[in-house]
């Protein structure tokens, strides 16, 4: 039992640095495909909020959104209720990249799960599910400083 919280993390880390190599065949970076996803799940994200979500720093994230508003993927908008802070959308020109690279989720989906049935992976699911709720009663929060 011991080993299972390594394997878990394990397998994450494979599944993230396999979707990483795919998509750097559509010029993204692991970087850059994470707040592109994560912005067209949740659009109008300030800048703290993602960062806290990816679980990496403010100033970190600020240098990837740079990089994808040159690009002209990502745009800054003022947050209405506070002048200081802005709120991330993804742009008209992101959605062909972010429809590529829910075709590459997709495609890694099905070769992660080849020859598992739906009901293995439902109960897997519904485990997962049960472990994140159980941690997540007793983790404290970790906020950014600055939200």
Known sequence: METLPFEIAETAHTLRRAFTRRAA???VTGAQWKVLVRLDRQPGLRQVELADMLDIEPITLCRIVDRLEEGGLVERQRDPSDRRAWR???TATAQPLIEKL???G???VDDAFAGLD?????Q???VLAR??????????VNRASNQ
Do not use: H
């Open 25 to 27: 065949a559509l010029g």
């Open 88 to 90: 991330l959308q993804v």
């Open 102 to 104: 829910k075709a590459v």
């Open 106 to 108: 997709a495609a890694l």
């Open 118 to 122: 739906p009901s293995e992976i439902d």
């Open 124 to 126: 897997v699911r519904q």
């Open 131 to 140: 472990i994140r709720e159980n941690v997540g009663r007793t983790a404290p």
